[in-house]
């Protein structure tokens, strides 16, 4: 049980040990690190520097074998198969990815979208689109920020990309990944998932699922910056062209033409971020040492207390639904603006985030046209720091 266990997690933690009195509540911006993660990046650094798939000599076949078998770690994890998985930087740029690798597949076509994507699940189509004639479809939400089912079923008619948000970093809603990736494969549409959100905080099984793609980042799951994944389906990687070329990503280059590597080293051109993927398998093996379903099961606790304490704040408006959402809450308070509120907390040893979280059409949508203050959890936050963050906001509004 991970309330039992709490303060020997937080120890594993060195932000909470130099910042004893922080309360971070920024997790779905990026998370912390635990200690083997950044330790483990130190010792790729330290003891065997030297590039991937390059060397005969003893370090670089120590860190490739290392790279390699971080990659089988996260497979593991998201339930897929290593060569399924391509390293990227982030989310954004897998996402940008899939969206130029699908680019001739689209001309005159339908791309399907939500209401709840997060930028970088917008403006990758919208490039697309213009370059390839097609048309976007933007799929309605409620009131209450879950996506309008009678809307989807008309929208997602035809289309031949449906890209969404598995979990929406504003709304906190969990959309039924699986039903729509069937309503969509049904239609013949290629399925891609924005997963930065959830595979921090769910137990995945990308097989299961059945999406052909999705995207997600090391930072928002304990891992190093700068490292991402984007699972695909391998029949459409052998049979995409890569967007972007460069060293490694062939097996021969001749004067009139060249020939592809294997799937996914065909789309990892140049020098990977060798140390962010071996460090994003340590960050693996450390969530699955925790239990993704423990994690899963505390966190539903955590939501249901910010939302039960947030909520009784006079003036406080929020988005998404009221109940059966991530930990995560997107609100404001009448007569301030978030920069104010995150301003103010801050001076309580409380981080949070303030804006619009790379989701402005979201935001507009609800009529929050300054953007909102957003509290996002993760299994390292208690039930303290919760009521310490209402507090502070009760003695704010009685300023």
Request: charged share 25%; hydrophobic share 40%; glycine share 8%.
């Amino acid at each position: 049980m991970i309330e039992e266990d709490l303060d020997s997690i937080r120890s594993d933690f060195p932000i909470f040990e130099f910042n004893p009195k922080l309360i971070y509540m920024d997790s779905a911006a990026t998370s912390q690190r635990p200690k083997n993660v950044i330790d483990k990046v130190t010792e790729v650094y330290s003891h065997y520097n030297s590039n991937v798939h390059r060397g005969i000599y003893s370090m670089a076949e120590k860190v490739t074998e290392e790279y390699e078998n971080s990659r089988k770690e996260i497979a593991k994890f998201l339930g897929a198969n290593a060569d399924e998985l391509i390293f990227t930087k982030n989310t954004t740029e897998s996402l940008n990815l899939v969206a130029y690798m699908l680019l001739p597949k689209l001309k005159n076509g339908v791309i399907t979208i939500t209401e709840l994507e997060h930028h970088s699940n917008i403006l990758p189509w919208r490039e697309v689109a213009s370059l390839a004639n097609a048309e976007i479809r933007t799929v309605a939400v409620d009131r209450e920020g879950k996506i309008d089912y009678a809307d989807f079923e008309k929208k997602v008619s035809g289309s031949s990309v449906l890209s969404f948000t598995h979990i929406s970093n504003v709304a906190g809603t969990t959309l039924d990944a699986k039903k729509m990736v069937s309503a969509a494969k049904a239609e013949g549409a290629i399925t891609v998932v924005d997963g930065a959100q959830a595979a921090p905080h769910l137990k995945l099984n990308l097989h299961d699922l059945g999406a052909d793609f999705y995207a997600l980042s090391g930072h928002k799951m304990l891992g190093p910056t700068g490292i991402g994944i984007l699972y695909g389906n391998k029949r459409l990687l052998e049979d995409l062209e890569p967007p972007f070329r460069g060293g490694e990503m062939v097996t021969e280059v001749h004067a009139e033409g060249q020939e592809w590597n294997d799937v996914p080293l065909k789309f990892e051109p140049g020098t990977p971020n060798f140390a962010g993927a071996i460090g994003f398998g340590e960050a693996t093996k450390y969530l699955e040492k925790i239990g993704m379903n423990d994690i899963e099961s505390y966190e539903k606790k955590l939501g249901k207390a910010l939302m039960e304490e947030l909520t009784k704040i006079d003036g406080l408006e929020y988005i998404g639904p009221s109940e059966g959402r991530a930990a995560l809450l997107s609100f404001k308070l009448k007569g301030y603006h978030p920069h104010d509120i995150a301003a103010f907390l801050d001076t309580r040893s409380i981080a949070i985030r303030s804006g619009f979280h790379c989701a402005q059409p979201l935001h507009e949508r609800f009529g929050f046209f300054d953007g909102s203050a957003r509290a996002s959890l993760y299994f390292y936050n208690n039930l303290d720091e919760i009521e310490s963050l209402a507090y502070s906001l009760k003695e704010l509004v009685r300023l």
